[in-house]
């Protein structure tokens, strides 16, 4: 790695890192066609010099050929566009024999191919009674990496990916960088031979990408692909800050300006750190944030990963966002996408980045999560072994099951329990291997784990407790072996629980015991540096020795008292530890830190049992009597603040008063759930008589707040417990970041039920 020294000739001039180089140049002259290849190209702050200059249009509409929305313009990509001899326009059917625009030959080719007559025109120029006119304006450079051809490549190893389905106009290769490194350069500025350029956003695709063109095969696979595995994005739009000229070889250098103020930075864009983000700006940090991430997604939960998997289509598998790009923009913070943090420096408060940069710092929040933890020597690259922790292994395991009859799945916590329902609502065979002698030994009481194995059984799945198999990937499937007797299923899926990613603090010098050491508030023995999340481990009254707690709630909780004590603002008692998990129509709650030895102290039994022991409670389907639990052994809890909010009058000028159902369908302290054509699923009761409607989804979770229930003048989330005022939608005693509940304004007009939308609303 080169030195920065001599690199920065003073404090207000950014710095430049050679990252990589350009392999390919390409110029598209015609929308829709294929292109050229160059070896150097003047560029200007519109592109590439008369680079979709022109568009092809219907000689008889005047309408834009537009292939992929149009199915007869699709064979456009068949034929190739180039400038010679000073700006001539020429075509090609087969890159070999060149006709020049306007010869009487091309133009027959073109129009039998397309079944009518078609003409080029210069952007700008007049076209019969209009403007010629492209079909969109976006930043004038796509750029695309070598990296994020191959991962392609790798996903889909039969078909033919080649740089010209995607049209980029500059192929680069930024080695070392992660297998989409482009994503780094997204609100960058960096410099391609003299011209300087800036990230902007990602490129979304269409489904040309799958179209035949010159030397490239039709294929499906790749939108489908790049829909489920690349949030059907590749590559990345560009502007232009400074013009100047591209050739092939230039060398691809990333500036970054030297701030003013040291920002915050957050290591890990998961939950955890992107809710301490979120909590900064709430609690009113005005102080510069960046989130680096290494994953090429913004962040996301990863609870509901388990439950994606449960489908027999191979398709896309839905994220639920933690910070949706809207609002990362909004909270003004900076997010680094596949760009890890790769050291510390402690005693200049500097961290340096996997893309060669480096970073001040005034406070570093460590939010690195964990690793899926691995049996060694099983996975021999057949494809059969996997773990489910990142987005990318729920999508490949997702693929993988949807062609599997039999799953092994190992381990008996959580994740295992999650995984193998997910396999049984689809009709998979389940074989579930556990060491220890019942399931979730390390978490739950036995009269719990004796539940939830009875169900798992009587759903189909076979339970085989303490015991070890030896495994071995074959070709063909997965094979365990116990005592000499050897079973066999397609995929094996290992859910033995992760490690905490701690590397990067023990390098730093922090005292870490699988996670890193803090206090109750996040807090290191370094008073910049703060950790969050499942790399965490925290002392509190009840752990002097400290604990990791990996659940949802937990980092919601851990990021707003980080935040709080980054900005020396005081922070509440910590509030009893909260746990979920959904296996088939079981919804399993905790409140308080469970004993895997505790004996209950009273019981309800029957389908919805619940359980109270010293100290914590469990529920199934029992939400309410969970949270119940949960804020007698608590109190008010005030660790997320409420934050004033201007909420718009709905009036006639701006909503519509529509009907939503017959006053009968209301019941006292009940939650009914309604479809409404415009507001989507609404969320309606009523409480002391009074009928009330909002939203039904809950602002923080997936989870419909008509399975819910009522406390006051408020309905509770039954997945995380967040409440929500019925009026006036303030939510209370909510994970940080939570929005506000939308809520209806009810008539009622004799005895139907009507509700006030805004105008424009539109069902989510």
Not at 25 to 51: I, K, N
Not at 327 to 341: A, K, M, S, V, Y
Not at 384 to 407: I, K, M, Y
Request: glycine share 8%.
């Amino acid at each position: 790695m080169q030195s920065l020294e001599g690199t920065m000739s003073s404090a207000d001039e950014p710095l430049d890192r050679d990252i990589g180089s350009t392999l390919e140049l390409w110029r598209y002259p015609v929308s829709s066609l294929t292109g050229e290849r160059m070896r150097r190209a003047p560029v200007s702050s519109r592109g590439l010099d008369l680079d979709r200059a022109y568009g092809l249009f219907d000689e008889d509409t005047n309408d834009i050929v537009y292939p992929s929305i149009q199915k007869h313009w699709n064979v456009a990509p068949l034929f190739a566009a180039r400038i010679v001899d000073a700006g001539t326009l020429q075509f090609s059917r087969d890159s070999e024999s060149w006709h020049d625009a306007d010869d009487p030959a091309i133009a027959e080719v073109m129009a039998t191919s397309f079944g009518r007559r078609v003409r080029a025109c210069r952007y700008g120029e007049h076209l019969g009674n209009k403007i010629a006119a492209s079909r969109y304006e976006l930043s004038p450079i796509h750029l695309l990496s070598r990296q994020s051809i191959e991962a392609l490549r790798r996903s889909l190893p039969e078909s033919e990916i080649d740089e010209r389905r995607f049209r980029p106009n500059i192929l680069v290769d930024i080695p070392d960088s992660g297998e989409m490194p482009e994503y780094s350069l997204l609100g960058k500025e960096f410099r391609i031979g003299n011209v300087r350029l800036r990230g902007t956003k990602p490129c979304g695709r269409c489904s040309f990408t799958s179209l035949e063109q010159q030397g490239v095969p039709e294929d499906r696979r790749v939108l489908r692909t790049l829909i489920a595995q690349f949030e059907k994005n590749f590559g990345i739009y560009c502007d232009v800050l400074t013009e100047g000229e591209i050739e092939v070889g230039d060398r691809l250098n990333l500036s970054w300006p030297v701030p003013e103020l040291a920002p915050i930075v957050i290591v890990g864009g998961g939950q955890a750190g992107a809710m301490t983000a979120k909590a900064l700006r709430d609690l009113g940090s005005d102080s510069p944030i960046e989130i680096f991430g290494d994953e090429r997604h913004a962040p996301y939960e990863r609870p509901p990963l388990s439950k994606s998997i449960g489908s027999r289509d191979d398709g896309k598998v839905e994220l639920t966002s933690v910070l949706p790009p809207d609002e990362i923009e909004r909270l003004d913070i900076r997010l680094h996408l596949n760009n890890r943090i790769t050291s510390i420096d402690r005693a200049n408060r500097t961290v340096e980045t996997s893309d060669g940069s480096r970073r001040a710092y005034e406070f570093l929040v460590l939010a690195t999560g964990g690793s899926a933890r691995r049996l060694p020597g099983i996975d021999r690259g057949y494809g059969h072994v996997h773990s489910v922790r990142t987005a990318e292994d729920a999508w490949h395991f997702r693929q993988r099951l949807a062609r599997s009859s039999r799953l092994f799945v190992l381990g008996g916590g959580w994740l295992g329990l999650e995984i193998a329902a997910a396999a049984r609502t689809i009709g998979c065979e389940v074989t579930l291997f556990a060491r220890q002698k019942r399931l979730c030994a390390k978490a739950l009481p036995k009269v719990v784990s004796d539940f939830l194995e009875a169900r798992h059984r009587a759903e189909g799945v076979h339970v085989r407790l303490g015991v070890e198999p030896t495994f071995r990937e074959t070709p063909e499937g997965i094979e365990a072996e116990i005592g000499g007797i050897i079973e066999r299923a397609d995929t094996l899926v290992v859910a033995i629980g992760m490690t905490a990613n701690d590397l990067l603090a023990r390098h730093a010098g922090l005292s870490c015991h699988d996670g890193v050491d803090t206090d109750q508030n996040g807090a290191t023995e370094d008073p910049r540096i703060f950790a969050v999340g499942d790399v965490a481990r925290q002392r509190g009254p009840n752990a002097a020795q400290g604990s990791r707690i990996e659940s949802w709630h937990n980092a919601n909780e851990q990021a707003a008292r980080a935040a709080r004590a980054i900005l020396s603002k005081p922070t509440d008692a910590m509030p009893p530890a909260r746990f979920w998990s959904t296996q088939y129509d079981l919804n399993l709650q905790i409140a308080g830190l469970p004993d895997s030895s505790a004996k209950p102290v009273s019981s309800l039994y029957g389908s919805a049992p619940y359980w109270e022991f010293h100290g914590f409670a469990v529920g199934i389907n029992r939400p309410g009597d969970v949270h119940r639990f949960a804020s007698r052994i608590s109190g008010p809890n005030h660790s997320s603040e409420s934050l004033s909010r201007l909420r718009p009058t709905l009036d006639d000028t701006n909503s519509t008063l529509e009907h939503l159902c017959h006053a009968d369908e209301l019941r006292e302290g009940q939650i009914s759930r309604f479809e409404h054509t415009s507001a989507g699923h609404v969320s309606a009761g009523l409480l002391d008589g009074r009928p009330f409607a909002v939203h039904d989804r809950c602002p923080h979770a997936d989870a419909s707040l008509s399975e819910g229930f009522t406390e006051g003048r408020r309905i509770v989330c039954p997945l995380h417990f967040a409440e929500f005022d019925v009026e006036t939608g303030e939510a209370f005693n909510a994970p940080p970041g939570c929005a506000d509940l939308a809520c209806y304004t009810v008539e009622l007009q004799g005895t139907e039920l009507f509700i006030r939308v805004p105008r424009g609303n539109a069902a989510t």
